[in-house]
């Protein structure tokens, strides 16, 4: 069974840096992209960042660029995610997801995701 | 950006009866390679969002036959032929066609 599972969210103050982690299991790793989505409380669904299963290329939305920089470690089956100079609208819950056979263009599984929360 | 526009953004139905989600893109999601990147994603309250389409009309494993998928180009529709009480939720579509992908706003579905 697939499973990928996110830590690292938590309370920061403005301006600060967190480190998001996704443990990913019951699939070969390394075969596939991986990317992180996010959803503010009560809003949409907003794609973050993409990655390709070797750790290139790497893709991010406009407001996160330069910011955030997604990386992979497939020896340990994790992915990362850094965030710095976070930012009120960085507050959301980030999810974790596994590229189909297309990549993330068809994302086909998401963890149950964790909450960064970013308020003085 | 492209747009994804979904309507209704609220659909009360009654048991048994049939829905539709209509989701409307801002250009053609016609990929270069042929492929039509179009997604369609289920989210139970207090849940990550599963997905229940791909490519505008392959069904994922394991979700029931009620569900199908059509369209093409700019113009995607999600069709539950009976509702069934499990089906409450929020239903997105997503677009893999134009990097940054995006998703519409979300079809809540309710029972009447």
């Known amino acids: 069974e697939v499973q990928l599972l996110e830590s690292g969210g938590g309370l920061v103050q403005p301006g600060e840096s967190l480190r998001l982690s996704c443990a990913a299991s019951?699939?070969?790793?390394?075969?596939?992209?991986m990317g992180w989505v996010r959803q503010a409380l009560g809003k949409g669904l907003e794609w973050v960042s993409a990655i390709g299963s070797s750790g290139s290329p790497a893709f991010y939305t406009d407001s996160v660029k330069g910011r955030f920089t997604v990386s992979r470690d497939n020896s340990k089956s994790t992915l990362y995610l850094q965030m710095n100079s976070l930012g009120d609208d960085d507050t959301a819950v980030y999810y974790c997801?596994?590229?189909?056979?297309?990549?993330?263009?068809?994302?086909?599984?998401w963890g149950q995701g964790t909450l960064v929360t970013v308020s003085s | 950006d492209v747009v994804m526009t979904q309507s209704p953004l609220s659909l009360p139905v009654t048991l048994g009866q049939p829905a539709s989600i209509s989701c409307r893109s801002s250009r053609s999601l016609v990929h270069s390679d042929g492929n039509t990147y179009l997604n369609w994603f289920q989210q139970r309250p207090g849940q990550s969002p599963r997905r229940l389409i791909y490519?505008?009309?392959n069904r994922d494993s394991g979700v029931p036959d009620r569900f199908s998928g059509s369209g093409s180009g700019t113009d995607f529709t999600l069709k539950i032929s009976r509702v069934e009480a499990e089906d409450v939720g929020v239903y997105f579509c997503?677009?893999?066609?134009?990097?940054?992908?995006?998703f519409g706003q979300g079809t809540k579905l309710e029972i009447k």
């Open positions: 997503m677009q893999g066609t134009h990097w940054p992908y995006t």
């Open positions: 019951g699939f070969t790793f390394s075969s596939y992209s």
């Open positions: 997801a596994k590229g189909g056979s297309n990549g993330c263009r068809e994302v086909d599984t």
């Open positions: 490519r505008v009309s």
